[in-house]
């Protein structure tokens, strides 16, 4: 917003211009976002699921323990770990975690699309195509990671 007080000759309170009062810093004109808090965005939203996993798991040890349920708390275990360290790796902008993180969306993306496509040809339902869009919405991770590539370290 600074740049673009500049550039139109735009003075900030008591007649001083943007650029002698505030330093700038090399994003300000970027936007209201940047490519890396996009991707510690997705690291916040894997740590919510890792949570949520968490959780799930806790709760599964209790049904097995009063109700002899079957035991699902090792892999929700596994998961929620996998999960926080892929959000812990996202918000320190590592490129490990970016690389594991689009490569399992995107999987799991590309599976919701053609598992749809191939069980909407085999039925007479079409609503089985609903799961597309959400597919590709798996797929756009792989966009994010492309995109920020240089910032990573």
């Known amino acids: ?4 007080c500049k550039r139109r ?3 900030i309170g008591n007649g001083l211009h ?9 994003d300000a004109d970027a936007g209201w976002m940047t490519r890396q808090d996009a991707v ?8 919510g699921l890792a949570t949520l996993l968490l959780v799930l798991c806790l709760l599964n040890v ?26 812990v790796g996202m918000l320190f902008l590592r490129k490990w975690a970016v690389i594991l993180y689009a490569a ?16 909407g040809l085999k039925t007479e339902y079409p609503w089985v195509l609903v799961d597309v ?21």
């Not at 917003?1 to 673009?4: D, E």
């Not at 943007?18 to 090399?26: D, K, R």
């Not at 993306?109 to 069980?119: D, P």
């Open 1 to 4: 917003m600074l740049a673009r």
């Open 9 to 11: 000759g735009i003075g």
């Open 18 to 26: 943007a650029e002698s009062s505030i330093v700038q810093s090399p």
């Open 40 to 47: 510690r965005m997705l690291g916040v939203l894997s740590l």
């Open 62 to 87: 209790r049904s097995s323990l009063l109700y002899g349920q079957p035991k699902w708390s090792p892999p929700l275990l596994v998961g929620a770990t996998y999960c926080a360290a892929l959000g």
């Open 104 to 119: 399992s969306t995107t999987a799991i993306g590309l599976c919701l699309v053609v598992g749809s496509i191939l069980h």
């Open 133 to 153: 869009p959400m597919g590709f919405l798996f797929c756009l991770s792989l966009i994010a990671a492309i995109l920020c590539w240089r910032d990573l370290k």
